[in-house]
């Protein structure tokens, strides 16, 4: 195989991970469809088709992990429009109490339909070595995103046997209900411009969409935003909200725990009261 190695930017908006292994991963670019294989230090070791570079990635593998497996992982799922950087410090709050093994994947969020995340999601989940327990931790969209790949198993079968290894979720700024910002907003073509079919879904497509997403068949926690009256509001979101979703857009059904936290939506997974009651929740 044709040597490729160059330093890459790690995916950001344009790139999905369909394959982990000691932060080696295996992506697809939404808008070329081309594969590459690139390293924990983000450089670039394959590219080409599928089939390529799954041979490419087994030989990275091979060489520089020498073929780890896990006994617990935490997937940080993050939202629309933010790449697995703006999960960092819950990241490493949650490494600093040796919870387990992080994996943040990067999914293409304004690329593609939530249904095509899902897909790629179930793919890494179950191809990550070993059969460990596995926890979830999701910003915004990244728990629609999951909670799709739940409904996809439920209904398709789960010959991995995911969903009894999976333990706890916590949900930060989950727009469960939909988000009302999205439907007021998706009558502006700019917001389809920038927000992609995802953006659509979780507004004007709402009703098409929630069909399919399942509620988690495990425990499961809610944290939402609610901004101080000193605060200025936002008039595209109604009632208490975190700016961008509602406390009462974040209700599912069955939550072991909710609870409200004066953070805004884009901070939420940043906040130390936060990072402390994730990792409470995971370790019950």
Known sequence: MQDWKTTTLGGLQFWTDYRWNAGCRLQKNAVTGH?????????????????????GFSELISQIAGGVRY??????????????????????ALNAKQIGTMIAPSYASTRAPIATHAAAFRELV??????????????????????????????????????????????????????????????????????????????????????????????????AGKLDSKYVSNPLVDGDSDFIVSVEETHLAGAAVEIVVPVIHSFLMDDPSVHEFVANFLQT
């Open 126 to 223: 179950e191809a990550i070595p070993g059969q460990p327990q596995i926890d979830i931790v999701g910003h915004s969209l990244g728990n629609i995103v999951v909670r799709y790949a739940i409904g996809d198993w439920q209904q398709d079968g789960d010959p991995k046997g995911v969903l009894a290894r999976m333990k706890h979720m916590v949900m930060l700024g989950p727009p469960n209900q939909g988000a009302t910002i999205a439907r007021k907003l998706a009558k502006t073509g700019l917001f389809v411009v920038i927000t992609g079919k995802g953006g659509l879904e979780l507004g004007r497509d709402w009703g098409e969409l929630r069909g399919r997403l399942a509620i988690p068949p495990f425990p499961f926690a809610i944290v």
């Open 71 to 92: 006994d617990r992982v935490v997937v940080l799922m993050h939202g629309l429009m933010r790449t697995p950087r703006s999960m960092k410090s819950l990241s490493n």
């Open 35 to 55: 594969w590459r294989v690139i390293d924990a230090k983000n450089v670039r070791h394959a590219r080409g088709s599928r089939e390529e570079c799954e041979v």
